[in-house]
């Protein structure tokens, strides 16, 4: 059985409530219960938090655990943290970034990935189902 990480990074916690016309109106429970009912032959774990260094510490925590794969979705952070882009490549964990919006048709700023550059592959602006072609690629 394989073990991913689904993590969650700022405001993801808001999801379902913050942006609905951009984020749809699913919440982070309604993705994980969507998840684990497709892919009963992985064990999730779930993380979300506001706080970059704790992304951090939850990466080398999965690094030493042996995670098979990290679904990422970094949020801002993406677009400004070194640190998550060191913690990813450091940990020699496959992952797959992922937006729900399409990063590139949005405002400039968020064109450019730190983390999105170490990661096997990016998945942006397919909404949820994001998540899910993310943990089947992990899975093949």
């Not at 919440?27 to 992985?42: G, I, M, P, Y």
């Not at 042996?66 to 913690?87: E, Q």
């Not at 700023?109 to 998945?123: D, E, L, N, Q």
């Amino acid at each position: 059985m394989k073990r991913i990480a689904v993590l969650n990074g700022p405001n993801l916690d808001r999801l379902g409530k913050r942006d609905p016309e951009i984020y749809g109106t699913d919440t982070l429970d309604d993705l994980a219960n969507s998840l684990r009912d497709a892919f009963s032959d992985v064990e999730f774990e779930f993380y979300q938090s506001n706080h970059e260094g704790d992304l951090v510490d939850k990466i080398s925590t999965l690094a030493e655990s042996g995670s098979d794969g990290i679904v990422f979705n970094p949020g801002a952070y993406s677009h400004t943290s070194i640190a998550l882009r060191d913690a990813i490549s450091g940990s020699k964990i496959p992952t797959i970034e992922v937006h729900i919006s399409n990063i590139h048709a949005r405002e400039r700023f968020r064109h450019h990935s730190h983390t999105g550059a170490v990661s096997k592959g990016v998945i942006a602006g397919l909404g949820l189902r994001g998540y899910h072609l993310a943990t089947q690629s992990l899975t093949d």
